[in-house]
């Protein structure tokens, strides 16, 4: 059953009104480093139940007038066509898709930077491509030391050797790909280039998580530790904040272990460093847009199993990265959940153990629980995709929606002639077929028109699914694990 769990109007009323006041305590400027996911920041909203995935942007907008976006992408990520694991696509391509998306919700994208440049090639065609786009580029270079030696890199031979970025309005987003692409580096170049030309500005990082206001072991922040396991990333109790205020509240290890490094640098450009701690530095406010905080603890519970699952199964088929399995066994011992947390699970498993083939089952909005069975016409993500489309529009799960004259004649194809060696009907053949059903058949079209209401739902499989079909449920939003195992022993798995 869903449960709102986050004020989501609340936050971005909250967060842009916070952000303009650091603007002011900087006499009107700032760089606010932007970590995390802009566009579909799917992880906070499903940990925070009631947060839009757009929420960022959305927050942004309302600041458009005051506000411009700089791209930063690391020249070594440019080279070694580094890519994004999520989209599958190239940093270097994402910052196109980024600067597209950007502009098509009318937030100005002013300039590009190239971090770490240091003669490659691919980073030189890069930028003429984005020039002859009418692009601005600079270019920031490496430092040696970096960033131990504060004395070179506060110093004209150090960020004073970087491209000046021309910059027009208060706010400057400066965000990037992925992680490691020299986005605070940038920040604090700026700073340096600012104060040396006697402008006033600030620096400030925007994280989503983890969250500082909650505890260190609240689920929600152990969620954060689950989704970042594989870059050992840890939350851990902000010290500088406590010896400067007295107050207890969150960071993550990363930014403790380099904020003595950042205040140096800040002291040695702007004389005196503006923040005592990591957490002074942030400007998140979800942390108190949380409307029921029971909501949020059981639906980032529920994140921590579902990344159990994902690494499960990655372990299942590279045979690597057991240790993040193993941590990730740790954590939902923290919050104090297992495997069977999900009932989708147990339910998937009864039906397999009946029907002596891979199963699935799902919960659906309203907390029913809805399975499906292999079939000789249809796989078991295409049978429950069925009998969950069934079950939010209230249609009988014994129905035969679509006939057998419509999918037998797809089976023939897919073996015949394409020579698949799996003739059953895929997810997103299944719902093809019954797309083509819906237009003579009213109950057909229901369920197509009910396809949206399985957004946000859990599913889980008895086997790992095909690509094709965990693609197609996580186009329709549904939340997808799987047993880590083969429906048949052999090597190669397609």
């Given at each position: ?21 650091r603007i002011g305590q900087f006499g009107g400027k ?341 399975t499906g069975k292999t079939s000789n016409l249809l ?116």
């Amino acid at each position: 059953m869903f449960k709102k769990g986050f004020d989501n109007d609340m936050y971005l009323k909250m967060q842009s009104e916070h952000i303009l006041e650091r603007i002011g305590q900087f006499g009107g400027k700032l760089y606010l480093e932007f970590g995390g996911k802009l566009f579909d920041d799917y992880h906070a909203s499903r940990v925070l139940p009631g947060f839009e995935p757009d929420s960022k942007v959305r927050m942004l907008q309302t600041m458009a007038d005051k506000a411009e976006i700089v791209v930063v992408i690391g020249a070594e990520d440019i080279e070694k066509n580094k890519v994004r694991g999520d989209l599958g696509i190239t940093y270097d391509a994402d910052v196109l898709r980024l600067i597209d998306a950007f502009r098509s919700i009318n937030l100005y994208v002013g300039s590009v930077v190239i971090t770490r440049y240091a003669g490659q090639a691919a980073a030189d065609q890069f930028k003429t491509k984005l020039e002859h786009l009418g692009l601005p580029v600079y270019l920031h270079y490496p430092i040696p030391g970096y960033p131990a030696n504060v004395p070179l890199i506060v110093s004209d031979e150090g960020y004073g050797k970087n491209e000046y970025i021309e910059t027009t309005r208060p706010l400057v987003i400066v965000t990037a790909p992925g992680p490691g692409s020299g986005k605070m580096a940038t920040c604090l170049s700026q700073l340096y280039h600012e104060h040396k030309r006697g402008i006033k500005a600030g620096y400030a990082k925007f994280e989503t998580f983890p969250i500082w206001n909650l505890p260190l072991k609240h689920p929600v922040n152990v969620a954060y530790e689950a989704a970042t396991v594989d870059l050992d990333d840890a939350n851990a109790i902000d010290p500088f904040h406590l010896e400067a205020y007295g107050v207890t509240t969150v960071n993550y290890n990363r930014d403790i272990e380099i904020f003595p490094v950042l205040k140096s640098m800040l002291e040695g450009i702007l004389g005196e460093s503006p923040y005592q701690s990591p957490t002074d530095m942030g400007v998140n406010m979800a942390g108190l847009a949380i409307c029921d905080d029971d909501a949020c603890r059981d639906a980032a519970k529920m994140e921590i199993v579902r990344r159990y699952f994902t690494a499960a199964v990655d372990q299942r088929r590279t045979g690597t990265h057991l240790d993040q399995v193993q941590r990730l066994e740790l954590l939902m011992n923290q919050v104090g959940v297992d495997a069977n947390f999900s009932p989708a699970r147990k339910a998937a498993l009864l039906k397999e153990e009946a029907t002596g083939a891979p199963a699935g089952a799902m919960v659906l909005p309203d907390g029913r629980v809805v399975t499906g069975k292999t079939s000789n016409l249809l796989g078991a993500a295409s049978s429950l995709l069925m009998n969950a489309l069934k079950g939010v529009s209230g249609v009988d799960e014994d129905l035969f929606v679509i006939s057998d004259e419509v999918i037998e004649p797809i089976c023939k194809l897919k073996k015949n002639t394409l020579h698949a060696n799996n003739p059953r009907l895929h997810s997103d053949e299944t719902l093809l077929a019954l797309s083509v059903s819906s237009a003579t058949d009213p109950v057909a079209k229901e369920l197509i028109d009910h396809a949206g209401d399985l957004h946000g739902c859990d599913a889980f499989f008895s086997v790992i699914i095909s690509e094709t079909d965990e693609r197609l449920y996580r186009t329709l939003g549904i939340n997808v694990c799987c047993e880590p195992k083969y429906e048949k022993r052999r090597f190669f798995h397609k």
